[in-house]
């Protein structure tokens, strides 16, 4: 049984391509409005476990428990509406900075308020690019597009992939404030970074990723300043070899 405090839960979890199992997840739950830091070396399995909580590939094995419903074939529509992704390498719509916020919202029917949607160019720095063809966007311009398009769906949980990878100071700073936003408004967000300062200034918990699997998980400072497990010492020191 998932704790009720439990969006979700993973049980059993395995995926493979072919015949590589690239994820194996014992158990892990992902409690109601927490931020899950997940860190882990480049092909550790970060970005496949993003996958798999938004519903885009189903696990080859065990299951996911979202929201009380073990989450099979039939993820209904309305459950994926509740989680957005903002992935490693966002494709942007080949429309305007605006018309990227808003279009997922018009084919969802969900009004918004243009007010709303100027508030958010705003604080993501894109104001000025508004009536831009994202197309013609820098690498770091299109994240942002791509992270204030998730945000203008108010997620229930809100998967973020190295959403500040491409970034300078000044702009992780303004993503990094528009999550905490999202966190004081109860948003369950998972997050996988290689930037473990990013881990420390943003989330409750931390787990770490190695092979697929789960090494340790624990709260953020306790991950970071006095792990248990021998693994996490030596991807914290920049000991291991990958
Ligand atoms: N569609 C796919 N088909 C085959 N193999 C895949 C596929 N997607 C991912 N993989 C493999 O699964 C492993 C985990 O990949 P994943 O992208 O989840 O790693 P990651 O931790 O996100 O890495 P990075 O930090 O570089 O983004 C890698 O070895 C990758 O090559
Ligand atoms: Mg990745």
Known sequence: MAAPDALYRLEAVRHQYGDRLVLQIDELE???GETLCVIGPSGSGKSTLLRLLQFLERPTGGRIVYDGFPAGDGVS???RRQVTCVFQRPVVLDRSVRANL????????VHHDRREVDR???A???DRLAATPARTLSGGEIQRVA???????????LLLDEPTANLDPRNVRLVEDLIRDRQAQGTT???????IFQARRLANRTALLLDGQIVEVAPTAILLDAPRDPRTRAFLNGDMIY
């Open 189 to 195: 967000i998972v997050l996988a970074t290689h930037q």
């Open 30 to 32: 992902i409690k109601r």
């Open 102 to 109: 808003t279009y997922g919202l018009r084919v969802r029917r």
């Open 124 to 126: 993501l720095g894109l």
């Open 147 to 157: 992270f204030g398009r998730a945000l203008a769906f108010n997620p229930k949980a």
């Open 77 to 79: 529509l309305e459950t």
């Open 120 to 122: 958010l160019l705003e």
